[in-house]
């Protein structure tokens, strides 16, 4: 029986150099050189490919093994998607407080979760059940707004109105009050896709004669 199929394989590799690029992004805006890129895209797929064959042969004898890596997969990247984004946004207009971090943060949570609807959707849950496509896409606005409201708000709290804790500066603190802020939207998000956005559809009367 094969262990990983060439879609997951593919998609494991494509994932693990997204998240190498837009670690890499985060690693310039705090300071770190050039000589992390090599590493980066050598070791994380890697790593990625790794961890994602472990989980499918555990998968073979608990199925939702393999969708909780797949989903978790798919959550490092989109957090390196939007940390990756606001760093190199905050890095490219000299920018680490203030109002502007939270324009700055909107651009990139609606970039990651564009990013996370798309490999959620097709390679995640593989939605086979016909379902209005509109109507799917309208709950995952309002789930992600509303997660964005989540994590703007304490993105903007932490880096303006708390002072940096423990010596750190004003880059490393916008880091810490991102990590907050992401493990806040990424509870309910998890909770909004798997109960709204990707339920799953069960079969009518007709489809199942």
Not at 80 to 98: H, M
Not at 158 to 174: E, N, R, Y
């Amino acid at each position: 029986m094969q262990i990983m199929g060439k879609k997951d394989l593919i998609s494991v590799i494509i994932l693990s150099e997204i998240i190498a690029l837009f670690v890499f992004f985060i690693l310039l805006s705090t300071g770190y050189g050039a000589w992390s890129l090599l590493v980066l895209f050598i070791i994380l797929p890697g790593l990625g490919m790794s961890a994602f064959y472990i989980a499918q042969l555990i998968g073979r004898k608990f199925k939702i093994v393999s969708q909780l890596a797949k989903y978790a997969l798919v959550g490092i990247a989109n957090t390196a998607v939007d940390f990756g984004i606001l760093n190199l946004l905050a890095w490219v207009i000299g920018k680490y407080e203030g109002g502007i971090v939270g324009i700055l943060n909107v651009v990139s949570f609606i970039v990651a979760v564009i990013h996370s609807y798309f490999w959620n959707k097709f390679w995640t849950f593989e939605n086979k059940k016909k379902v209005n496509t509109v109507i799917q896409f309208i709950q995952l606005v309002i789930v992600s707004i509303i997660g964005m409201l989540i994590n703007t708000v304490i993105v903007y709290a932490m880096s303006t109105l708390v002072q940096p804790a423990c010596g750190l500066g004003p880059k490393a603190w916008l880091n810490i009050a991102k990590v907050i802020a992401t493990i806040a939207s990424l509870i309910w998000n998890f909770i909004g896709y798997k109960l709204i956005v990707f339920k799953e559809v069960k079969p009518t009367q007709d489809e199942l004669i």
